[in-house]
């Protein structure tokens, strides 16, 4: 039995944790929760307040308005001062109109304000993605598929928002629910207690369909993962796969992903379609035995008809609840993963220095470095100590797989030695300013790093803020100028990911990228330079 319990208490709880993991990421005060509260609360409270005046309107249009009066429960012993005081059916109708208008205004205020924090989440929740992903250490992005960090970075991050209006509209709800659930007892207790009994009846029923939600919302994330990554293979892989004829192969690799993500989705939305159906055969089956009820308990006709007319009107907002509770359910394994991805207490970052970096003035040297790239069962560098002298020619030599590259992504900070030193004129290589040292590094290797953009923006990698001028400079010590300027249009061509338009020579020396100085570092030279066309 307490198993059972349990078992039941950890989906609310799970939901309760989600929500809560939400609400963390919202770029708003915490106080602004509050106002929305608020807004459900009056909105549900002039909604529940218009719809009764609308059944002692009726009444008093009938002339029965006393057969509601001497209604039992709360509501019977104050409908004789509201009927006093608003007993002209015409002010009744006026008080209507402005409960409506309010009830709209209120939604509208509520809508707007949601939005607004809904996008701005988004938003947020994409550049704290960015920061991390440029934060976290090279060898976290390495561990990791790059469709899986595609699909958290640019599909999860605005389900992020989605999940904020979900429950924020939950909110909405329960403060709906609250207002209607006083009005209705206002009117009857006991035909509240029959009611509560089926509208409990109703939660579990939807109650079953949340751990079905869950599990597709786990498979939709990852087949969008899947698909994902196929999008990445295709369009960086393209020249391979025209080469060696394998269009088709792959192509058919890409549909069977979609495929999967389509029938995924349909599933979901088939479970997500019977949320209305059911609730609406639920409450109907309610409403007759709420008629029913009232009946054997005696309950006058009149006090029946408005506990039906104000259980009618609720429904709306329990059947939306439960469907917010469902679309939190299928959403929770996107919301972990992207908390997860956020998490810092498990990563590790890159470190940056104090210490000033003009230039090499004596030596680099490694002092029983080791390095173990992650999940390799031997090391790359084991113990290894040398010396890189300042203004000489230093040649690494090996076999493929000695250490060479990892060496080189050492001396660039992509990664940082398991145990041992690296040494810069006698300061460690983590002590020094980052920028200031990667500044006066230029490295080409074989496995050429370009972005997708201009031949400016490739120079630019090395100094965003360089002027044509300095970055003529730098395509003349790479001797690439003559080929920049056979482009089409010089600097402001484009390139192509990862450089496909050019050669893999050309490629090459774009990725040597010679540091781009600043116009005031070379002015003295008294070069004189003009924007290309």
């Given at each position: 039995m307490c198993c059972g319990t349990m078992k039941l208490l950890k989906r609310p709880l799970a939901i309760l944790s989600t929500i809560r993991r939400v609400l963390s990421l919202a770029p708003a005060p915490p106080w602004l929760i509050s106002v929305?509260?608020?807004?459900?609360?009056?909105?549900?409270?002039?909604?529940?307040?218009?719809?009764?005046?609308?059944?002692?309107?009726?009444?008093?249009?009938?002339?029965?308005?006393?057969?509601?009066?001497?209604?039992?429960?709360?509501?019977?012993?104050?409908?004789?001062?509201?009927?006093?005081?608003?007993?002209?059916?015409?002010?009744?109708?006026?008080?209507?109109?402005?409960?409506?208008?309010?009830?709209?205004?209120?939604?509208?205020?509520?809508?707007?304000?949601?939005?607004?924090?809904?996008?701005?989440?988004?938003?947020?929740?994409?550049?704290?993605?960015?920061?991390?992903?440029?934060?976290?250490?090279?060898?976290?992005?390495?561990?990791?598929?790059?469709?899986?960090?595609?699909?958290?970075?640019?599909?999860?991050?605005?389900?992020?928002?989605?999940?904020?209006?979900?429950?924020?509209?939950?909110?909405?709800?329960?403060?709906?629910?609250?207002?209607?659930?006083?009005?209705?007892?206002?009117?009857?207790?006991?035909?509240?207690?029959?009611?509560?009994?089926?509208?409990?009846?109703?939660?579990?029923?939807?109650?079953?369909?949340?751990?079905?939600?869950?599990?597709?919302?786990?498979?939709?994330?990852?087949?969008?993962?899947?698909?994902?990554?196929?999008?990445?293979?295709?369009?960086?892989?393209?020249?391979a796969l025209r080469a060696f004829a394998q269009e088709s192969h792959y192509q058919q690799g890409f549909e069977r992903a979609s495929a999967e993500v389509r029938r995924t989705s349909l599933t979901f939305e088939r479970l997500y379609a019977l949320v209305s159906p059911a609730v609406q055969l639920g409450y109907l089956l309610l409403l007759a035995a709420t008629v029913f009820a009232g009946q054997l308990l005696g309950i006058s006709f009149a006090a029946t008809l408005a506990f039906v007319a104000l259980l009618y009107r609720f429904q709306p907002h329990v059947r939306e609840l439960q469907s917010n509770l469902l679309s939190i359910a299928q959403l929770q394994a996107s919301v972990a993963s992207v908390v997860g991805m956020l998490e810092r207490s498990d990563k590790t970052y890159v470190a940056s220095g104090s210490t000033r970096f003009s230039g090499l003035r004596n030596e680099i040297?490694?002092?029983?470095?080791?390095?173990?790239?992650?999940?390799?069962?031997?090391?790359?560098?084991?113990?290894?100590?040398?010396?890189?002298?300042?203004?000489?020619?230093?040649?690494?030599?090996?076999?493929?797989?000695?250490?060479?590259?990892?060496?080189?992504?050492?001396?660039?900070?992509?990664?940082?030695?398991?145990?041992?030193?690296?040494?810069?004129?006698?300061?460690?290589?983590?002590?020094?300013?980052?920028?200031?040292?990667?500044?006066?590094?230029?490295?080409?290797?074989?496995?050429?790093?370009?972005?997708?953009?201009?031949?400016?923006d490739n120079l630019r990698l090395a100094n965003p803020h360089a002027d044509f001028p300095a970055m003529r400079i730098a395509a003349e010590a790479a001797s690439i100028l003559e080929t920049i300027e056979d482009l089409p249009q010089g600097f402001e061509s484009w390139i192509g990911q990862q450089g496909l338009k050019l050669s893999a020579g050309q490629r090459q020396r774009f990725g040597a990228r010679p540091r781009v100085v600043a116009r005031s570092e070379y002015s003295d030279s008294r070069r004189s330079h003009q924007r290309p066309e």
């Open positions: 929305l509260v608020a807004l459900g609360l009056a909105a549900g409270l002039a909604d529940g307040v218009s719809t009764g005046l609308v059944v002692l309107l009726l009444y008093s249009i009938i002339g029965r308005a006393g057969d509601l009066i001497s209604a039992n429960g709360f509501l019977g012993r104050i409908l004789p001062s509201i009927n006093s005081t608003f007993g002209n059916s015409v002010v009744i109708a006026i008080l209507i109109v402005a409960f409506l208008v309010a009830n709209i205004g209120l939604t509208f205020i509520y809508t707007v304000l949601t939005a607004n924090i809904r996008y701005r989440l988004s938003e947020s929740v994409r550049n704290s993605l960015s920061r991390q992903f440029f934060d976290v250490s090279y060898d976290f992005i390495l561990r990791h598929d790059h469709g899986q960090l595609l699909n958290v970075w640019n599909g999860e991050s605005w389900l992020i928002g989605d999940m904020y209006l979900y429950v924020s509209r939950l909110l909405i709800n329960l403060c709906a629910s609250i207002t209607f659930l006083l009005f209705l007892g206002a009117v009857s207790w006991r035909l509240l207690a029959i009611s509560a009994t089926g509208i409990t009846l109703l939660f579990v029923m939807m109650h079953r369909l949340s751990g079905p939600a869950r599990e597709l919302g786990r498979k939709m994330k990852k087949e969008h993962e899947k698909l994902a990554e196929r999008m990445l293979v295709t369009l960086h892989g393209m020249r040297r490694f002092d029983e470095v080791s390095f173990t790239y992650a999940g390799a069962s031997s090391s790359s560098l084991d113990g290894v100590s040398f010396a890189i002298p300042a203004g000489s020619v230093t040649a690494l030599v090996g076999v493929s797989g000695a250490g060479k590259t990892t060496i080189v992504n050492l001396l660039l900070g992509l990664y940082r030695p398991a145990s041992g030193t690296i040494l810069v004129d006698g300061v460690r290589l983590d002590e020094l300013h980052r920028e200031e040292w990667l500044s006066k590094i230029a490295a080409a290797g074989q496995d050429v790093e370009l972005v997708e953009g201009t031949v400016a």
